[in-house]
């Protein structure tokens, strides 16, 4: 069956970076684009980024454009997220999600906590 | 890049029929005809309940629906049952120019 596995979640301090993975199980990865998704604590979500399933098209929010990247490798069935220049506001829940213009699978989220 | 407007809570009693809504503009809801809805209890991870304004993916049971006029989409649920208390999220595809998705804030759903 379909899986996401979201790790990389922590603490980190404002100004610092840190890496997300998704790894993905049970259909062809390389066949699907994917988003990450986000959600601060008690409040909705809110669309983050997306990659072509060939990796050729990225875009992101504007909240983020500029500080954070979206990729993928294709052999090893894995998403990331870099995130650079974190900011307090960024702290939430980060979920990926199979899909493009239907997002029809998510993984379980890993948390992002920003703070001194 | 707006986030979609739903209203925070509804409510009904087990058997009736709610409908849940999201106000988009031209540039998202009214544009495309990629809304999804999206079922999220506490502590969980979102699950999609409609796709393409009123699909329903395998498993999600009849007794949700989904339509949309204008740039307002609608969740309608029937039949209501206790298990169907939880948050309800809108998205929609927002790309005319610049690929993006907008979701809405959620609607608490409480049956009463």
């Known amino acids: 069956q379909v899986q996401l596995v979201e790790s990389g979640g922590g603490v980190v301090q404002p100004g610092r970076s840190l890496r997300l993975s998704c790894a993905a199980s049970?259909?062809?990865?390389?066949?699907?684009?994917f988003h990450w998704v986000r959600q601060a604590p008690g409040k909705g979500l809110e669309w983050v980024a997306v990659?072509?399933?060939?990796?050729?098209?990225?875009y992101y929010a504007d909240s983020v454009k500029g500080r954070f990247t979206i990729s993928r490798d294709n052999s090893k069935n894995t998403l990331y997220l870099e995130m650079n220049s974190l900011r307090v506001e960024d702290t939430a829940v980060y979920y990926c999600?199979?899909?493009?213009?239907?997002?029809?699978?998510w993984g379980q989220g890993t948390l992002v906590t920003v703070s001194s | 890049q707006s986030a979609l407007t739903q209203p925070p809570s509804a409510s009904g009693s087990p058997g009736q029929s709610v409908t849940l809504s999201c106000t988009g503009t031209?540039?998202?809801?009214?544009?495309?005809?990629?809304v999804s809805w999206y079922q999220q209890r506490p502590g969980k991870a979102p699950k999609v309940i409609i796709y393409?304004?009123?699909k329903r993916p395998s498993g999600v049971p009849d007794r949700f629906s989904g339509s949309k006029s204008g740039n307002t989409a609608s969740l309608t649920v029937s039949g209501l049952q206790a298990e169907d208390e939880a948050d309800y999220c809108c998205?929609?595809?927002?790309?005319?120019?610049?690929?993006?998705?907008?979701f809405g804030g959620g609607t608490k759903l409480t049956v009463l």
């Open positions: 999600a199979r899909g493009v213009y239907d997002l029809a699978y």
């Open positions: 049970g259909f062809t990865f390389r066949s699907y684009g």
């Open positions: 990659i072509w399933s060939d990796g050729s098209n990225e």
């Open positions: 031209s540039s998202d809801v009214g544009g495309f005809n990629y």
């Open positions: 393409e304004v009123s």
């Open positions: 998205s929609s595809y927002a790309g005319r120019n610049n690929p993006n998705w907008v």
